[in-house]
């Protein structure tokens, strides 16, 4: 039972250029999230998404898109990077309404130049 | 606005010195707080769920607690492997979004 993966664990992206973080949770479970963790700025949630088909917006949603086709899978795309993009990015996943605690992947430190 | 705040920021403690973290809160609604232990490059690791006030949970060297206005983290005897960053988080209203305090560092020096 791996939990939470994600990929890549570290990446520089020139200005203007896009990618995509890759989550992939094996739990089973409903409920899955991007944040975003700054230096002294916490963590600040991005998008989430209730179940396959279906997401939202969360506290810091600009420059970013999501979709979320399985239940196992909950991409984050980065369009036109921009250097305020350069974070560490968390994905998470929970059970589903409860509340629940989640549970984290391990970060992809990204930098933006 | 739903807020959680933490304090101290950061804290020192020599091996063995016990101490307390505090999280305090202005969510309207109280279902439920959690706390994570956050190592340098790692995620979050999830530590405890405390649901009413007047709630305990303990693990190893660690005790959470929760009153209607903040929750305690209580660190008995720590070990310098206690060193890491302690985080609360507390649903936003009636949804399952998370808001999180910044944090407390914690340093344990043996």
């Known amino acids: 039972n791996a939990g939470v993966t994600q990929t890549p664990k570290f990446r520089i992206l020139k200005i203007g250029q896009s990618m995509t973080l890759q989550c992939t949770q094996d739990m089973n479970h409903n409920y899955m999230y991007w944040y975003r963790q700054d230096p002294g700025m916490g963590l600040k949630l991005i998008y989430y998404s209730v179940g396959a088909g279906i997401t939202d917006k969360g506290e810091v949603p600009n420059g970013y898109n999501v979709s979320r086709s399985t239940t196992e899978d909950f991409p984050l795309r980065l369009e036109l990077a921009a250097p305020s993009q350069t974070s560490v990015y968390f994905c998470a996943s929970s059970k589903g309404q409860g509340p629940y605690e989640q549970y984290f992947g391990p970060g992809t430190r990204l930098t933006v130049t | ?110």
């Open chain 2, 1 to 110: 606005e739903d807020q959680v705040t933490q304090s101290p920021e950061a804290l020192r403690l020599q091996e063995g010195e016990s101490s307390s973290l505090n999280c305090s809160y202005t969510v309207s609604g109280l279902r439920g707080l959690f706390w994570y232990r956050q190592d340098p490059g790692k995620g979050p690791e999830f530590l405890f769920t405390l649901y009413s006030a007047g709630e305990e949970k303990e693990k190893e060297r660690l005790k959470a607690t929760l009153t209607k206005k903040e929750s305690f983290l209580h660190i008995t005897a720590p070990k310098p492997e206690d060193s890491a960053t302690y985080l609360c988080a507390m649903p936003q209203g009636g949804s399952e979004k998370l808001v999180f305090g910044k944090g407390t560092k914690l340093t344990v020096n043996p």
